[in-house]
T-cell receptor, first 114, second 114 residues
Framework: DVKVTQSSRYLVKRTGEKVFLECVQD?????MFWYRQDPGLGLRLIYF???????EKGDIPEGYSVSREKKERFSLILESASTNQTSMYLC?????????????FGSGTRLTVV | DAKTTQPTSMDCAEGRAANLPCNHS???????VYWYRQIHSQGPQYIIH???NNETNEMASLIITEDRKSSTLILPHATLRDTAVYYC???????????????FGTGTRLQVTL
């Protein structure tokens, strides 16, 4: 089974801190994605990457950056955490071809910024 | 990607078939219908996808109308563990480069009851 592992299940950070959310996949997928999920707003795409060192903005990139130095790892960075970034963060990965099933998601990181 | 319309919520008795509808009247000829579900506090999980023929796997069946403007996901014998939000997504089947992103709507909240 494809595994997408997010480094933390729960995280509490202070306003203004720099926060790193890590995601690792073990199936050599080209594509990786970061979403956030908030009640009533569904899943919204923050950033994605379709190759090492490549990144594309999603629908809500403001306040975030990403890093993909290795194929298996995709990091989401909150440069200066704010309370409105309190959310559930979900990482996903997919193949670029033959990916009939689409995405595999991690279990999520629930981030609270205080 | 074509827009989809799903009911906000549905109930189903345990052991009965759950039939979840999705309207996608603007679907293009090369777009597939994908279904994912998200159980509370977990990442979304792929269920099934299809182009125009009915599809079945160990989790569910997908019935697509002949004109492809709507589809139904069928869970043949719903259990309490099938309580989740179900997302119907219409998109092309390749996930290459900037076309790799997947957009989720608000889905149908299925409640399976005793």
């Amino acid at each position: 089974d494809v595994k997408v592992t997010q480094s933390s299940r729960y995280l509490v950070k202070r306003t203004g801190e720099k926060v790193f959310l890590e995601c690792v996949q073990d199936m050599d997928h080209e594509n990786m994605f970061w979403y956030r999920q908030d009640p009533g707003l569904g899943l919204r795409l923050i950033y994605f990457s379709y190759d090492v060192k490549m990144k594309e903005k999603g629908d809500i990139p403001e306040g975030y950056s990403v890093s993909r130095e290795k194929k298996e790892r995709f990091s989401l960075i909150l440069e200066s955490a704010s309370t409105n970034q309190t959310s559930m963060y979900l990482c996903a990965s997919s193949l670029s071809t033959g990916a009939g099933y689409g995405y595999t998601f991690g279990s999520g990181t629930r981030l609270t910024v205080v | 990607d074509a827009k989809t319309t799903q009911p906000t919520s549905m109930d189903c008795a345990e052991g009965r078939a759950a039939n979840l509808p999705c309207n996608h009247s603007t679907i293009s000829g090369n777009e597939y219908v994908y279904w994912y579900r998200q159980i509370h506090s977990q990442g979304p999980q792929y269920i099934i996808h299809g182009l125009k023929n009915n599809e079945t796997n160990e989790m569910a069946s997908l019935i697509i109308t002949e004109d492809r403007k709507s589809s139904t996901l069928i869970l043949p014998h719903a259990t309490l563990r099938d309580t989740a939000v179900y997302y119907c997504i219409v998109r092309v089947s390749y996930f290459t480069g900037t076309a790799s992103k997947l957009t989720f709507g608000t889905g149908t909240r299925l409640q399976v009851t005793l």
